[in-house]
Nanobody, 115 residues
Framework: QVQFVESGGGLVQPGGSLRRSCTAS????????MSWYRQAPGKGRELVGN????????SYKDSVKDRFTMSRDNAKNTVYLQMNSLKPEYTAVYSC????????WGQGTQVTVSS
């Protein structure tokens, strides 16, 4: 059974930083490209970024590409999302999933950017 367990959310002031983690199980993580998504209040889910299976190739939504960085530790089956210079409009529930296979969603974690 594929599972994603996200952590690292919380409340942060504008301009602050957070690092999100997503630990996966139920598949060969080191062979899987991964993605981060977010869903803001009242809006649909949107893609934030993608990482290749070994993390050497990443891509990001234009509005976050200079602020967010994806990385991964395949030994820990974990993908990370470092978020810097956060803005209030980044407030959302952040979730991870495999990029090319839909297994459903983890519980996601709330990131709230507010003063």
């Amino acid at each position: 059974q594929v599972q994603f367990v996200e952590s690292g959310g919380g409340l942060v002031q504008p301009g602050g930083s957070l690092r999100r983690s997503c630990t996966a199980s139920g598949f060969i993580f080191s062979s899987a490209a991964m993605s981060w998504y977010r869903q803001a209040p009242g809006k649909g889910r949107e893609l934030v970024g993608n990482s290749s299976s070994v993390g050497l190739v990443t891509s990001y939504k234009d509005s976050v590409k200079d602020r967010f960085t994806m990385s991964r530790d395949n030994a820990k089956n974990t993908v990370y999302l470092q978020m810097n210079s956060l803005k209030p409009e980044y407030t959302a529930v952040y979730s991870c999933r495999r990029r090319y296979t839909y297994d459903g969603w983890g519980q996601g974690t709330q990131v709230t950017v507010s003063s």
